[in-house]
DNA sequence: GCTATCACG
DNA sequence: GACGTACGTGATAGCC
């Protein structure tokens, strides 16, 4: 054992600079035999290696230490609240690898330290100094600037990146002082990546010249009168305090408490057991096997080989026993349940299911939850079930024995459930996050096997649990309805016997894991993991919290129009059998078709598939020109399906206890990445007809709010012209114009000052006919002009732009030849419909089309999204509903300039940083009392 | 449970 | 030469 003193040479390796390194420079790599994500760790320890196995020379160590940060709050925090805290949250794929990377320190046999509460720059810090005092030398592993005034008198710096040592020269470079003077120069510049306010307008370069001149900070601030530039003097007075707050920030603390002395630090060979056990555990082939030669061993074998570099198989399902919903066990205690939460803190994940009394999360109890951590062992805790009925038909409302207080079993589990180290794995996970947010519990970090099918494999099938398990696991879980029964005499889910129960749920739970361990590896082959992590798992907190939040409706609004709505159907009813001469169903369009093309014989009857005239609008709309009754039917219908659909409907669903409406979004509905809204639909309310329009106004801001409205004006369009790199469209765009008028005058030669609306009108339906694949036929039908005229406008408007009929001809061609498309941000749908014969080939040709514009629009609007509740955290604002291109807001009154500005932003730059577009992005804003004054 | 219809982007 | 079409959704009513 060697004293510490001189001779001695001390190497800190920074880790969590380490760690983060290797997570943002390599691809994301999962552990094949479970899906863990292992990425980070395995850079740490090749990083780790390099450093051990590299010739230092006269620099070797005979000291070293790996040092981390440990807890979020330090005495920092307390000078100044807002202190690092623009950094972005920790990727949710690297924080379980953060204790996978101290197991690797210690595997090396290297010590690793950390302290609560306390950065691992000030532990550098004192360990330096101390280093110093004994007459030794210090190596700091790292690059970070806040480091460099540490350097000097035997300190130096060494950034393993660029294999470069960092002495007094190189501080002086980078700061232009010397590194004693270091943290003055900080304290002037402020740090953006800390959130170190500093000066406002002075940076590095000038606040070494300041401080050359006058010395020292101090000396600075006393004589700031003296400075000759204005602007700069009346910084100096004005932000004194800032600046001195700043110092204090970034200088490091050279007396962090320390519970072990340098002669603990002291350099030992690994154990090739433990670090080799350790390397093969976490099934890193190629780096345990150069470790173990290193160590003169045998490389360890680690089972299903696949070699590195070679296609992986097809089938990646790890070797699983059978599904066996016998073998799960019920949770009835709470050493129990303290034992598995014990256990899937170890293991760093769990896939959790809850089972509720119905599948409204704003208003169904919880019953139960399933756990499962090993494939086959899981786990349901039974919480609200009631006791079989001894008599009565209805059941009993005693809690069934053998539960665990509910309230007790949550208090247990939020711990875990809040754990960042240990990843939360469900099917449809916005569902369950929404029911434990109800119970206090932010479920956090979280996967979701539905949301990763959807990712990989949107277009192929559905992402329901039952399908998954079918198609992936060939297994058919317990259906229901099996448990409880359907029609009248469905049971909820609290009236099935727990025995039953257990079976059931925590099937459900090891289906989930089964399917994350086959899907989570998978991600990365099919290049969608930047797409999975970053525009479906990242909207579930976010859809969650609008789904809560709810739109406020006044049902005496919609209760009145119901009212009114009634009056006049009764009165079109009666004129239209008078018309008819008889009484039937205005609503049976069977009926309706038999009164207008048999009994009245009326022209134009068309039968289709199923027998039936076609009474659609559009028929009806040529027949209203001749006669009365087709025209008061359309009326009719109108009405009819406002009040049946919204007034009448929207009331159901009102919250009885908030009193909004609460919709449900899915995120895997659509194909395209569009969000689907359910229970009620809010992405359909009326807009385009005048009464419609008035159902909007039901839709109110509560006393003192307003509803603000922000939606991208002709997203699809702009997204087309950069796509198809139309020059004329992007100009179109930069210069403001109208684009539907610009492109009229293209299109037929007419001046932008002479167009005439009827002109527009043509060029609009155009436009848009693009944009969903157009035919002749199509546009012959929604403009109402013979399908030669029609198909005579678009081959002039083909020859106007032929980059359009490129595009449309390249993503075709692209379709067929890989049976998807993608949108700018790397979302894939698949067509497989694309090589069918017959007409089916059209409809998939015009969906191939449309989906890469459709969805990047989608993409664009799901960017913003989460992004969004960070920007406006600072004000009273709640987003509450997305409707494809428009977000609607509900604000305090007096904040919606501020509101409008910040969301704005937001949406504006949303494609940013990753696609820049060539053309901008355009916000509209609206506010008022309610969504039609809004909108 | 399927089909027709119609509300939205 | 015929096929039969604008893209993406969800809710409701009628009907079998």
Redesign the pocket.
């Known amino acids: 054992m060697t004293q510490f003193g001189k001779g001695c040479h001390l190497h800190l390796i920074d880790g969590s600079a380490f760690i983060f390194r290797a997570f943002h420079a390599l691809p994301p790599l999962t552990r094949k035999s479970d899906g863990m994500p292992v990425g980070a760790v395995q850079g740490f320890c090749d990083m780790l290696r390099r450093y051990l196995d590299h010739d230092h020379g006269n620099d070797a160590p005979t000291h070293i230490a790996v040092i981390f940060d440990k807890g979020s709050h330090t005495f920092r925090n307390d000078l100044y609240d807002q202190y690092k805290a623009n950094r972005e949250e920790m990727p949710e794929d690297l924080r379980p690898q953060i204790p996978l990377t101290r197991r690797a320190t210690e595997a090396f046999n290297i010590a690793c330290k950390e302290i609560e509460g306390f950065e691992a720059d000030d532990i550098i810090a004192t360990l330096s100094c101390q280093a110093r005092e004994a007459g030794g030398r210090v190596t700091i592993v790292s690059s970070d600037k806040d480091l460099m005034q540490l350097v000097g008198d035997g300190v130096e710096m060494f950034d393993a990146m660029k294999n470069r040592r960092i002495d007094r020269e190189g501080v002086e470079e980078k700061f232009g002082v010397s590194p004693d003077k270091v943290v003055d120069v900080q304290a002037l510049a402020g740090d953006s990546v800390d959130n170190v306010p500093g000066a406002p307008g002075i940076g590095i370069k000038t606040a070494a010249l300041l401080i050359n001149e006058w010395g020292s900070l101090e000396e600075l601030l006393e004589n700031a009168e003296q400075i000759k530039q204005p602007k700069r003097r009346q910084t100096l007075i004005e932000k004194r305090e800032q600046i001195e707050l700043s110092k204090r920030l970034v200088q490091l603390d050279c007396e962090t408490p320390l519970e072990f002395t340098l002669d603990d630090l002291e350099v030992r060979d690994p154990d090739p057991e433990t670090l080799l056990g350790f390397l093969s555990e976490m099934e890193f082939r190629s780096l345990s096997k150069r470790v173990a030669e290193t160590l003169g061993r045998e490389a360890p074998v680690i089972p299903d080989t696949t070699p590195e570099g070679a296609n992986p198989p097809e089938d990646d399902a790890p070797d699983a026993p059978p599904i066996d919903p016998e073998a799960y066990e019920q949770v009835s205690d709470m050493a129990a349940l303290e034992r598995w939460i014990e256990k899937a803190r170890d293991r760093g994940w769990v896939a959790v299911d809850t089972e509720t009394t119905g599948l409204n999360e704003m208003a169904c109890g919880l019953v139960g939850i399933s756990l499962c951590i090993e494939a086959g062992e899981a786990c349901y805790i039974p919480l609200a079930h009631r006791a079989a009925a001894t008599d009565d038909l209805f059941g009993s409302d005693d809690l069934a024995e053998g539960q665990i207080d509910m309230d007790k079993a949550l208090e247990a589990l939020k711990p875990l459930f809040e754990d960042p180290a240990v990843m939360k794995i469900g099917q449809n996970m916005k569902y369950d996050a929404k029911i434990f947010a109800r119970y206090g519990i932010e479920i956090a970090p979280i996967d979701d096997t539905m949301l990763m099918s959807y990712a990989m494999n949107a277009g192929l099938h559905g992402h329901g649990m039952d399908t998954l398990s079918e198609r992936y696991l060939s297994h058919t879980p317990i259906p229901i309805k099996s448990l409880l029964g359907s029609g009248k005499s469905q049971i909820t889910f609290d009236r099935v016997p727990v025995a039953d129960a257990v079976k059931y749920a925590a099937e459900d739970a090891d289906i989930t894991l089964r399917l994350w361990q086959l899907f989570k590896p998978q991600l990365h082959r099919a290049h969608v993991t930047r797409v999975y992590e970053g525009l479906e798992r990242p909207l579930v907190p976010v859809l969650a919290q609008m789904e809560m939040a709810g739109i406020k409706v006044d049902r005496d609004v919609l209760s009145r129009m119901s009212g009114a709505f009634n009056q006049k159907m009764a009165q079109l009813e009666e004129e239209i059998h008078e018309l008819a001469g008889e009484s039937f169903?205005v609503?049976?369009?069977?009926?309706?078709?038999e009164i207008l093309f048999d009994k009245m014989g009326l022209e134009g009857g068309k039968k289709?598939?199923?027998g039936?005239?076609?009474?659609?609008?559009?028929?009806?709309e040529d027949l209203a020109t001749e006669h009365d009754l087709p025209a008061r039917?359309?009326d009719w219908?109108?009405i009819?399906?406002?009040?049946?659909?919204?007034t009448?409907?929207l009331q159901?669903h009102i919250n009885k206890e908030t009193g909004r409406v609460h919709t449900s979004y899915?995120i895997a509905?659509?194909?395209?990445g569009?969000l689907?809204?359910?229970?009620?639909?809010l992405?359909?309310?009326?807009?385009?007809?005048e009464e419609?329009?008035r159902i909007r106004e039901a839709f109110v801001a509560p006393e003192g709010k307003t509803l603000v409205s922000l939606?991208?004006s002709q997203?699809e369009l702009r997204i087309l012209a950069h796509m198809a790199e139309i020059d004329a469209l992007k100009q179109a765009f930069r210069d403001g114009q109208d684009i539907h008028a610009m492109t009229a005058s293209e299109m037929f030669n007419v001046p932008m000052d002479e167009m005439t609306p009827e002109v527009r009108r043509q060029a609009k339906?155009?436009n848009?006919?693009?944009?969903?694949?157009?035919?002749?036929?199509?546009?012959a039908?929604?403009?109402r002009i013979p399908?030669s005229e029609a198909q005579g406008f678009i081959d002039r408007y083909f020859e106007r732009f032929p980059g359009i009929k490129a595009y449309m001809d390249e993503t075709t061609a692209f379709a067929k030849e890989h049976k998807r498309v993608e949108t700018l941000f790397g979302r894939v749908i698949h067509t497989p419909e694309i090589a069918a014969k017959?007409?089916r080939a059209?409809?998939?040709k015009?969906?191939a089309?449309?989906?890469p514009i459709?969805g990047t629009a989608a993409d664009i609007i799901r960017r913003a999204m989460i992004r969004m509740p960070e920007a406006i955290e600072s004000l009273p604002a709640t987003m509450l509903l997305q409707?494809?291109?428009?977000l609607l807001f509900e604000v305090e009154a007096g904040a919606e300039d501020s509101l409008i500005d910040a969301a704005r932003k937001v949406m504006e730059a949303a494609a940013e940083p990753v696609v820049k577009l060539d053309v901008p992005l355009v916000v509209d804003a609206g506010q008022g009392a309610n969504w039609a004054a809004a909108?």
């Not at 609503?587 to 078709?593: E, H, M, N």
């Not at 992405?683 to 007809?689: D, K, L």
């Not at 693009?770 to 546009?779: A, K, M, P």
Request: charged share 20%; glycine share 14%.
């Open positions: 169903n609503g049976s369009p069977k009926q309706l078709g289709g598939k199923t039936a005239y076609a009474t659609g609008a559009d028929v009806l039917v359309l219908r109108q009819s399906k406002l009040k049946s659909t919204y009448d409907a159901e899915l509905g659509a194909n395209t569009r689907a809204s359910t229970d009620p639909n992405q359909n309310i009326p807009v385009r007809s419609g329009r939606d991208y997203i339906a155009i848009f006919g693009v944009i969903y694949g157009i035919s002749g036929f199509g546009l039908r929604n403009l399908r017959g007409p059209g409809f998939a015009r969906a089309i449309n989906a459709q409707v494809h291109d428009e909108h």
